[in-house]
């Protein structure tokens, strides 16, 4: 993270006035930045948020051995802080990461919050990203009575002349200034472009990715 970044960082949350518990400890939940699943939740105090602060990297304070730990050090799964809130009450914290390695629980899953009635299940993120998990299991998975398993095994020809179709559809409901037509076909588009990204092994990430930079 370069310097102006950092300060923006340190600016943005005052550590003196956060509302630590009686062990001094605040709650961090951690998500990733761009599709904002939940990765984790550690404990943090003021030296351990001031470290998040400094570096840019998590830094939480560990209970059961009295000391701090830099999430990743041995792993190599760092997280790269890129937003701090606290919530209204001052007493936890949200933290926006990149998460190197895209793992962040110890059992080498991606979120600690991947279990579910006991099965191992990705964990949610936002509507596009659970449907994108949906389109690549399609993908890799093929089930002949599936539409979207069609679209892919169309291959280019037939996904491009959905989108295209999906496009024009997108521009009329536009024009006739209908709200519910214009969701439901920027739905299809979106829908459809999805499908396009799996067929070519491009991640939705990388899509966010470079949103985040030209917001930037």
Same mark, same amino acid.
């Given at each position: ?100 390695? %895209?793992?962040?629980? $110890? +059992? ?5 919050? #991947? =279990? *579910? /009635?006991? !099965? ?67 739905? %299809?588009?979106?829908? $459809? +472009? ?5 067929? #070519? =092994? *491009? /991640?939705? !990430? ?11």
């Amino acid at each position: 993270m370069s310097s102006p970044e950092l300060h923006l960082l340190q600016s943005a949350i005052p550590v003196e006035k956060i509302r630590y518990d009686d062990q001094g400890l605040v709650p961090a939940i951690v998500q990733d930045y761009l599709d904002g699943t939940v990765l984790m939740m550690a404990w943090m105090n003021q030296e351990s948020l001031q470290k998040t602060l400094e570096t840019g990297e998590t830094w939480f304070w560990s209970r059961s051995r009295q000391e701090f730990w830099h999430k990743g050090a041995t792993s190599g799964h760092i997280q790269k802080v890129q937003t701090i809130r606290y919530d209204c009450d001052s007493d936890a914290l949200l933290i926006g990461v990149e998460q190197l390695g %895209d793992i962040a629980c $110890h +059992t080498g899953e991606r979120s600690c919050f #991947h =279990q *579910v /009635d006991g !099965k191992v299940t990705p964990p949610p993120g936002d509507m596009l990203s659970q449907l994108f998990q949906v389109i690549c299991d399609r993908r890799d998975h093929p089930n002949e009575s599936s539409y979207t398993c069609k679209l892919l095994a169309g291959g280019d020809n037939k996904i491009l002349k959905k989108i295209g179709e999906e496009s024009a559809e997108v521009v009329m409901a536009c024009k006739d200034d209908d709200a519910d037509a214009i969701a439901g076909e920027v739905a %299809d588009l979106f829908y $459809h +472009t999805l499908v396009a990204l799996a067929h #070519h =092994q *491009v /991640d939705l !990430k990388a899509v966010y990715r470079k949103l985040q930079e030209r917001r930037k």
